[in-house]
Nanobody, 114 residues
Framework: QAQLVESGGGLVQAGGSLRLSCAAA????????MAWYRQAPGKQREKVAT???????AYADSVKGRFTISRDNAKNTVYLQMNSLKPEDTAIYYC????????WGQGTQVTVSS
């Protein structure tokens, strides 16, 4: 069974940056489309970035131009570089397949202070 472990979250001031990592086991991230999701308190989980197993990349409008998704196949890890962070980016961030079909990890908390 695939296992996903997210890390890299933390507390940062508005305008700052963070780089999240998602280490995968039991599945090759090079073989499936992967995505980052986030869930803020009281809100539904939303997909913020997707990377396909070709050159396909897509972002939610709310993060476009600020977030960058990438993948290191040798390390079997997916990354999310987050720049120009805003308080509304505060959420727990998760990675999963683009269809959310894998077991969810524990996520990593990102808190952006104003």
């Amino acid at each position: 069974q695939a296992q996903l472990v997210e890390s890299g979250g933390g507390l940062v001031q508005a305008g700052g940056s963070l780089r999240l990592s998602c280490a995968a086991a039991g599945i090759a991230v090079s073989s499936v489309a992967m995505a980052w999701y986030r869930q803020a308190p009281g809100k539904q989980r939303e997909k913020v970035a997707t990377i396909g197993n070709n050159a396909y990349i897509a972002y939610a409008d709310s993060v476009k131009g600020r977030f960058t998704i990438s993948r290191d196949n040798a390390k079997n890890t997916v990354y999310l570089q987050m720049n120009s962070l805003k308080p509304e980016d505060t959420a727990i961030y998760y990675c999963n397949s683009a269809f959310g079909s894998l077991a969810w990890g524990q996520g990593t908390q990102v808190t952006v202070s104003s």
